[in-house]
């Protein structure tokens, strides 16, 4: 029994969404005339209450067509110092979009309001780069799987209003937020300019993500998706595991959440973990005592068919997820109480 706890994207369809991908009805997306695309795309953006959606192959594409949208070459973004778009998109914004980013030391992967308002440039002062988009990430990868609070996301709409910037949240794990802290999904479509969602993650689709916005907007995201070589044939057979998993499976990520919260209870009472940080979600992220070394204590546990992350300083990264059962993680809470 191999337990890959690596990542949340290691999931494969179950056989029920492989038959709902297998029966559904296709056409040609390029022209707009798959059907099963226009389903998702319309009931991801009533979900949320925006005007229109567009799939996308993957939550990279979605976010830097968001990030196209908003600025224009020499711009800058605001985004906490882990943000995705910045350290896991191969620099993305600068090569499609000819924008810098300035890093904010946010907490678990969320930056304040406060923290946005004093990072903004002075857009008289053209020796600066004109600040004019700011990327959320929720819920946080590096992070944690941390969470916003909608008071501070509507304190951080006003301070974008205020200053005229857009606001784009980078939404992969947005269900994991919604699910924990049961938050409604169209307060997020009232603040946000754009959002991009993903189902390869938690809601363990093969592949696909959507980005959200108004009409205008979506409408030029299908030209920006063009040109980054975006366009798809008949992919309403992805589209098919997508609404697959939107039906079916995000009542699911509450187990997740669960078992990621009971791992974190046991390595808690351990003494080679010096910490472990809150787990809010399905992402549990601790740190081994000093004298320990994460390479050994990885390669201990692949000895025991258990596969999980090393993310730098004595940090490791443990992910949950719908193909993680429930005598998996028997056994995992077993070999750990043990070491």
């Not at 953006?45 to 908003?70: C, D, R, W, Y």
Request: glycine share 8%; charged share 20%; with cysteine.
């Amino acid at each position: 029994m191999q337990i890959n706890l690596v990542s949340d994207t290691v999931t494969k369809p179950s056989y029920e969404m492989l038959q709902y991908m297998f029966n559904a009805e296709v056409g040609d997306d390029v022209y707009k005339e798959d059907p099963t695309v226009n389903e998702l795309e319309d009931r991801v953006a009533a979900v949320f209450g925006m005007e229109a959606g567009l799939f996308f192959p993957s939550g990279t594409m979605a976010n830097q067509t968001a990030i196209k949208l908003h600025t224009q070459p020499g711009d800058q973004l605001i985004a906490d110092k882990y943000a995705h778009v910045y350290h896991f998109e191969a620099g993305g914004v600068s090569f499609n979009s000819g924008v810098s980013c300035c890093l904010l030391d946010g907490n678990r992967g969320m930056i304040s309001a406060n923290q946005i308002a004093s990072a903004i440039n002075n857009p008289d002062f053209f020796h600066s780069p004109l600040t004019s988009l700011v990327c959320l990430e929720n819920t946080t990868n590096i992070g944690g799987g941390a969470c916003y609070e909608m008071e501070e996301l509507g304190k951080i709409k006003k301070v974008c209003e205020a200053n005229n910037l857009k606001l784009h949240l980078d939404g992969a794990r947005i269900w994991n937020a919604l699910v924990a802290k049961r938050q409604n999904p169209k307060d997020f479509g009232r603040i946000f300019d754009t959002i991009s969602v993903c189902f390869s993650k938690g809601l363990g689709a093969p592949v696909g993500s959507v980005l959200l916005g108004d009409k205008q907007t979506i409408k030029r995201a299908l030209r920006v998706r063009k040109v980054l070589g975006g366009a798809m044939r008949q992919s309403g057979y992805l589209a098919a595991g997508a609404l697959y998993a939107l039906e079916n499976n995000i009542k699911l990520l509450t187990e997740d959440h669960r078992r990621a919260k009971e791992l974190a209870n046991v390595l808690k009472k351990k003494s080679w973990v010096a910490s472990v940080e809150p787990v809010e979600t399905n992402i549990l992220i601790f740190t081994l005592a000093p004298e320990y070394s994460e390479e050994a204590f990885v390669e201990k546990l692949k000895q025991k068919n258990i596969s999980i992350s090393v993310i730098g300083n004595r940090k490791l990264r443990i992910v949950t997820h719908l193909d993680y059962r429930e005598v998996m993680h028997t056994y995992v809470i077993e070999i750990l109480s043990k070491m």
